[in-house]
């Protein structure tokens, strides 16, 4: 038990305490500390908060021990992510992922998926509201551009008016595939 001790000290772990009962081990009416948690000094730099409970013990003679680590709030908070199906319909969005998720990071692990994900994330936010804006807005836009097309092209039936009208009509036909996608 004194070499127990002595290489708790030397290797400067500590006792985090805990909760519940103060026995993890009963056997013949004899009742002992066997199970416990040790931490080492840095263990607070990775951990905010620790908890150890001696859980009951139900079906053996040991308790089982739950330790409960909370990490820092690392989370940005916002909103999560919706990837969206019409992405996928414009061309620039593959690039657009390709060229974020590829910038280096500096780290490794899941440390650097963090980042990764993170980053696009923030990417693809930024360029939804840029190239998408929001979307019943801009076809309901392009549903008056066609409308007042149309108008042009009865009034002057010219080949630049037509081109016109079938060129709003295919954005706006690109619009509502867009909806669509949005929808599901």
Known sequence: MVD??????????LDPGFDGSPYTWAKNGLLERLDRILVSDAWPLVFEATRVTNLPRVSSDHGPVLARCRGPNRHSGGKVLRFQ????RHESFLDLVHDT????TDAVGLL???????????????????VFGNI???LKEMEDKVAMAQC????????????LVNKL????????????????
């Open 4 to 13: 127990f001790v002595e290489t708790i000290e030397d290797c400067r772990l």
């Open 85 to 88: 199906h019409m992405w996928i």
């Open 101 to 104: 998720w590829t910038q280096p």
């Open 112 to 130: 650097n998926l963090q980042i990764k994900l993170a980053r696009t994330k923030k990417t693809l936010n930024q360029w939804n509201l840029e």
């Open 136 to 138: 019943h807005a801009n």
């Open 152 to 163: 042009e092209l009865v009034s002057n039936p010219s080949v630049e008016n037509r081109a």
């Open 169 to 184: 009509i295919a954005n706006y036909i690109l619009l509502l595939k867009m909806e669509e996608d949005y929808w599901h």
